[in-house]
């Protein structure tokens, strides 16, 4: 239902003993002022307002006081608007003004205006702005900075016509202000009067410390009633008319999936679900919120925040559902545009993170502000994975905006480095994540004019870090082996007892054992699997000449005549994400098309002016388009463009053999078409019990859980009076690819002599019998076997240095991850061997730190300990040593 549309009168009154009117002097200018009456005038803040009364008077309460009765007495304004005098020093006196004059208080409003300004700075505190009512006008303090008044007012725009239809007693306004009649989903003119929007983002551009600080402030989480945690559930969707098949000028979805695997990467715990596609549209965005905000309590969405016309997410969480946007800029590149918002549906609070629709930028928002916010809700230890490194080359051109590049950190004998990716870091670019496994911080150009080698900077891990070390002891001979008397004629040993390092035996388990095996699979379903054949593109993204920013096309001719020519063009037609090529008119000279983000490029057009470099010249009367625009920069040839196959060109190699494929891989793939991906089969297993008191199949099975096996594991208790053994081999033996056998008691030697009868093993056959079990190797099964016969208190120690880097190898997977390390305390020695410990990355280091009880610790490395001597018999805190990463929960090394 439409309003009955009255000019709601408005008055600004800047107080401030320094500030004028004149903008003859930029030191003195009243740009707050100025700044409120163009919020009003020019971009309709407060709907149907028109400033029509602007003053500057110094800070004397009599001025104050006469300046508003006189506004208000002769009916002149229906809303007076002060800026300024409302701190703590002796001359502000506003607010007492102010008290002097109003007949009635509004505090409602004033809390209003505090609510906001306290999410955006403690200091808002100090501000002693009231607000009121004299006569049948409202009163409002606002601060006297620019930035400060501006968020203050759009604190409170939403409600000052009804406020004024109530203070003037307009009851047929006000029965219309409480009707919801045919009112469900009202487009605001905001969004339909397109030649009235916006030519920058209204929100404020805060830096990253601050978004997460407010990510911080409005995290929670809830307990059951055994004190565990309930993870919230995330829905997640993405937006755009352009989203379909690929065909034309569709593009793919990608974004989603690769939100919610990332998630997974990461090991959020909470229900994570998607609910496909909305279209650019307010009804259909409305109720894909509606949907999302009945199941899920956190929404993550890509697309629709920037400032293109078909850009609504902000305007339907604030509009239609009265969210607090607690965040709508960051000052950071890419992903400026990164939004949080909060509202209540249904009397629930939810929490909305729009992320911006270019695939780079969704996945690096993703990692440096979703993530952290659920690894908070989570109780996590690290909220972000970040580290120091080396920079192994300098950086001469840095961006305006702190930037976040892709590039490449590596580990290397206690040190780490990082190299970047100079080329291909367009947000558009997906294929700058192949490769890499951090974002590289880079300062602004503001700040620096460039960074050099060696420079230490901030890096923000994202995939599992590239590490070449080997520590010495994996080569050093230190287990007890035992050969058959035939190996030992073989090798020429008068005795059969040897020594044989952790790498001879890792060498005989993966030679000539078990041949890999590869399988093709849905590339949607690949994350963690390891790629078999290298794929080439199949098609050119874009396969159309795109724009990269909000702003109107142009034909530009670049031959020095640009400042005797003018510069204002006619608006003929229209270009959003998904128009279809052959619906455009040619643009010539003196002619240009409106475009969004990702819209094809009309035929003639040579280059985009973003939107903030332009100003309208004329428009409709229904204020509904632009008829003409004014470009107030001279462009550049080619411009925010993106030609056909600058991402990514037909033919072109996208990932290589033998890389593991994540998030970002299947993204990529998935952007050109790739389904179906040929990758390394995860192999079978079968671990056989020799009794029912050997815990090895539990922890073995915890150890594949954790590690992120994704192949078919069985076990089965065989008894010392089985009968059936022979037939029961033979199925485990056909049906399986790694078979094991745990257990050290009587009933395990009836065992294994039946398996080696079995699989025919001879004194021909590689077997190396050492103090932690058996491997067997023979070319007579498909089956790669072995036999572990340690204790039960050593048998993590065995799964994580044999047989889990065993199943790493079978899938092309790095198989020991070893570095060094700094204990943090003393360890007394003994003669065990290897010790569980703690693995944290502090000041700069990787430390380690054992424990008596690991029984709410959660160990994730292995320290190799050198035995008690006479001379030493502990190692004290800060002493260097060799470790084995063995799970990782702040992904260092391995991701699961």
């Known amino acids: 239902m439409e309003l009955n549309k009255k000019i709601i009168r408005v008055?600004?009154?800047?107080?401030?003993?320094t500030r004028t009117s004149s903008a003859s002097n930029i030191q003195t200018f009243d740009f707050s002022g100025h700044n409120l009456k163009e919020l009003i005038n020019k971009f309709n803040v407060i709907e149907s307002a028109k400033v029509i009364e602007y003053e500057c008077i110094i800070d004397d309460i009599k001025q104050i006081q006469a300046k508003m009765i006189e506004w208000c007495s002769e009916r002149k304004v229906d809303i007076l608007l002060t800026t300024g005098g409302t701190g703590f020093s002796p001359r502000d006196v506003t607010p007492e003004a102010t008290l002097g004059v109003v007949q009635k208080l509004t505090p409602g409003i004033s809390q209003a205006i505090m609510n906001v300004s306290l999410k955006i700075t403690p200091m808002a505190m100090l501000s002693r702005a009231v607000s009121g009512i004299y006569e049948k006008t409202l009163i409002i303090n606002l601060p006297g900075s620019k930035t400060a008044s501006e968020q203050c007012l759009r604190a409170i725009v939403d409600a000052m016509p009804h406020a004024v239809a109530l203070i003037k007693d307009e009851k047929n306004v006000h029965s219309q202000f409480n009707s919801t009649t045919n009112n469900e989903y009202r487009v605001p003119d905001c969004v339909s009067k397109i030649a009235c929007r916006y030519r920058e983002s209204p929100f404020p551009k805060i830096n990253i410390t601050s978004a997460l600080s407010i990510l911080e402030e409005n995290s929670f989480s809830q307990l059951d009633k055994n004190n565990r945690i309930i993870y919230p559930s995330v829905c997640i969707f993405s937006t755009g008319d352009e989203i379909g098949n690929g065909q034309g000028t569709q593009i793919r979805d990608t974004n989603s999936v690769m939100i919610k695997q990332i998630l997974a990467q990461d090991n959020y715990m909470g229900k994570v679900f998607l609910t496909g596609v909305a279209k650019d549209n307010w009804i259909d965005l409305c109720k894909m919120f509606e949907n999302a905000f009945e199941n899920a309590d956190i929404i993550v969405t890509s697309g629709g925040v920037s400032m293109g016309e078909k850009d609504l997410i902000k305007h339907v969480l604030r509009e239609h559902f009265n969210g607090d946007i607690l965040f709508g800029r960051v000052d950071m590149k890419p992903g400026m545009p990164t939004t949080f918002v909060t509202l209540c549906f249904k009397n629930k609070k939810k929490y909305v993170f729009s992320l911006p629709g270019n695939p780079v930028s969704a996945g690096v928002c993703t990692h440096l502000f979703l993530l952290p916010y659920l690894r908070i809700i989570s109780s996590r230890k690290s909220i972000t994975h970040s580290f120091k490194a080396k920079l192994t080359h300098s950086i001469n051109e840095l961006d305006i905006r702190p930037e976040y590049r892709r590039a490449l950190l590596k580990y290397e004998e206690g040190k780490l480095y990082v190299s970047c990716l100079n080329n291909h870091q367009q947000s558009s670019r997906l294929l700058s994540f192949v490769g890499c496994n951090c974002l590289l911080k880079l300062p602004s150009a503001s700040t620096h004019s460039n960074v050099k080698e060696n420079m230490i900077l901030e890096v923000i891990l994202i995939k599992p870090m590239e590490n070449s070390y080997v520590a010495p002891f994996l080569n050093k001979p230190m287990l007890n082996m035992k050969l058959s008397s035939n190996q030992s004629i073989m090798l020429d040993q008068t005795s059969i007892q040897l020594s044989i390092s952790v790498k001879d035996v890792f060498?005989?388990?993966?030679?000539?054992?078990?041949?890999?095996k590869t399988e093709n699979i849905p590339t949607i379903d690949a994350m963690g699997y390891v790629l078999h054949k290298s794929i080439y593109s199949p098609e050119n993204l874009p396969n159309f000449p795109a724009s990269i920013k909000d702003g109107y096309a142009i034909k530009y001719n670049n031959n020095?005549?640009?400042?005797?020519?003018?510069?204002?063009?006619?608006?003929?037609?229209?270009?959003?994400?998904?128009?279809?090529?052959?619906?455009?008119?040619?643009?010539?000279?003196g002619t240009c098309c409106r475009i969004s983000t990702g819209a094809p490029l009309p035929l003639g057009a040579n280059c985009v002016i973003p939107i903030e470099n332009t100003s309208i010249v004329s428009k409709s009367k229904d204020e509904k388009i632009e008829l003409s625009i004014a470009v107030l920069e001279e462009p550049k040839l080619f411009d925010n463009i993106r030609s056909i196959g600058s991402d990514i060109s037909v033919g072109q190699l996208l990932i290589d053999e033998k890389t593991e494929l994540g998030p970002f891989e299947i993204a990529l793939l998935r952007s050109v078409g790739c389904e179906e991906v040929s990758v390394y089969r995860y192999p079978t297993i079968y671990i056989i019990q020799c009794c029912n008191t050997c815990l090895m199949w539990k922890i073995l099975s915890n150890i594949l859980i954790l590690d992120g096996f994704k192949g078919k594991t069985a076990s089965h208790t065989f008894s010392k009076n089985s009968n059936n053994l022979p037939a029961e081999l033979e199925k485990i033996f056909t049906d399986y690819d790694i078979v094991i056998v745990c257990g050290k008691s009587e009933i395990h030697v009836n065992t294994m002599s039946n398996v080696e009868m079995h699989i025919n093993v001879n004194n021909n056959d590689p077997k190396i019998s050492f103090e932690y079990g058996v491997v067997v190797s023979t070319k007579r099964t498909k089956s790669a076997f072995f036999h572990i016969k340690c204790c039960d208190i050593d048998s993590s120690i065995i799964g994580h240095l044999f047989i889990l880097p065993f199943l790493r190898f079978s899938i092309c997977r790095k198989t020991h991850i070893s570095i060094k390390a700094k204990l943090m305390n003393s360890i007394a020695l003994s003669i065990t061997t290897f010790k569980e410990a703690n693995l944290n990355y502090i000041n700069e280091n990787f430390n380690v730190e054992c424990y008596t009880d690991y029984k709410n610790k959660n160990p994730d490395c292995l320290i190799k300990l050198p035995s008690s001597t006479d001379e030493l018999e502990e190692l004290v805190a800060k002493t260097e040593v060799d470790i084995i990463v063995t799970k990782n929960s702040n992904s260092y090394f391995i991701h699961y």
């Open 11 to 17: 008055g600004i009154l800047t107080i401030s003993d």
């Open 507 to 516: 060498n005989l388990m993966t030679n000539h054992i078990l041949s890999l």
């Open 560 to 589: 020095g005549s640009w400042s005797q020519k003018s510069h204002v063009f006619r608006v003929i037609q229209i270009s959003v994400a998904g128009t279809e090529l052959k619906s455009q008119k040619e643009i010539i000279e």
